[in-house]
């Protein structure tokens, strides 16, 4: 995921939204999502609060494209 642009690990981060099915494969996943936008200079505060991420809205980049905001 790190070579990935910030704009794809949006969209993947979208894809997830209102899924309900959850795997430790899936855990996994999301946890080097999150990891990796934060890695890119990201803030993710918006939906992930250091311990729980939530999937609950799709978000976008705000105009600067450093912060993750509820599209």
């Known amino acids: ?3 990935r642009s910030v704009e794809s ?3 993947e981060f979208n894809q ?3 899924s309900r099915a959850w795997t430790s494969i899936r855990g996994l996943h999301d946890s080097v999502l999150i990891d990796t936008l934060i890695a890119k200079g990201v803030d993710v505060s918006a939906v992930y609060d ?3 991420i939530s999937f609950s809205k799709k978000v976008k980049l ?3 494209k450093n912060k993750v905001i509820f599209a």
């Open 1 to 3: 995921m790190a070579k």
């Open 9 to 11: 690990l949006i969209d």
């Open 16 to 18: 997830q939204v209102g």
């Open 50 to 52: 250091g311990v729980t």
């Open 62 to 64: 705000n105009d600067a």
